[in-house]
Structure formats: structure tokens, C-alpha cells
């Protein structure tokens, strides 16, 4: 069992950054994949990015390659998402979700994604 809590949310300028953080409780963290997915209002949930149990291998949607970062602290259970140059389309709620396995799940799906976090909402102002 993995229970995820997200934080470093709120409103931004465009062109400004911000650092999302994923907190996760449970010995098992260290051995799933984790992923960031977004839900803007009226729209279904995207993937965002993604990485592997170890942090070696990372993939990403391509609207955020070259802005956005997803890296992982192991010792400290937690996953981040460092976003720079943000757009106003990058508005959303976003979510933290845990893979049932350790590597990247080749099918971005949500649905291969056990644990979720209850999110964190990213405003971005034109």
C-alpha cells in the first residue's frame, strides 16, 4: 500500500516555474515507477512525465520537454516535478500516481497507475 500527498501548487505568471512534490509513505516506494498526470477542467487526465524505480529513465509528453523535470529522492520517498517556463495551458490539477511496477509502463495510460495522490491545482496567468 502507497498513500501519495501533493504539494508546491498555486498561481504563476507565464514564464514563471514552480516545484511540485510528491510525498509517498510506504516501504514499497522505492520499487514502483511514478508518473505526474494533469487534469484541466472539461479535459481528461494527461500524462505528464514520468520515472523509473531507480531514476535512471525518464520520458515525457512532449508540451513539456525542455520545460519540465521529473526527478526522485528514494532516501526521502518523495518524487518531484520542477516546471519552468510555464504557459497558461499548463493550468490543471495535478496528480501524483505510483506504477505497480518498476519501470516505465510503455502505455502512458492512467490506468496503469495503482496509487494516486488527491492532487494539487497549478494556475498559470497570462
Known amino acids: 500500500q502507497v498513500q501519495l500527498v501533493e504539494s508546491g501548487g498555486g498561481l504563476v505568471q507565464a514564464g514563471g516555474s514552480l516545484r511540485l512534490s510528491c510525498a509517498a509513505s510506504?516501504?514499497?516506494?522505492?520499487?514502483?515507477?511514478m508518473g505526474w498526470f494533469r487534469q484541466a477542467p472539461g479535459k481528461e487526465r494527461e500524462f505528464v512525465a514520468a520515472?523509473?524505480?531507480?531514476?535512471?529513465?525518464?520520458k515525457y509528453v512532449d508540451s513539456v520537454k525542455g520545460r519540465f523535470t521529473i526527478s526522485r529522492d528514494n532516501a526521502r520517498s518523495t518524487v518531484y516535478l520542477q516546471m519552468n517556463s510555464l504557459k497558461p495551458e499548463d493550468t490543471a490539477v495535478y496528480y501524483c500516481?505510483?506504477?505497480?511496477?518498476?519501470?516505465?509502463?510503455?502505455?502512458?495510460?492512467?490506468?496503469?497507475?495503482?496509487?494516486w495522490g488527491r492532487g494539487t491545482q497549478v494556475t498559470v496567468s497570462s
Open positions: 520515472i523509473s524505480w531507480s531514476g535512471g529513465s525518464t
Open positions: 510506504g516501504r514499497a516506494f522505492t520499487y514502483y515507477a
Open positions: 500516481a505510483a506504477s505497480n511496477m518498476g519501470v516505465i509502463p510503455t502505455d502512458f495510460s492512467p490506468s496503469n497507475y495503482r496509487y
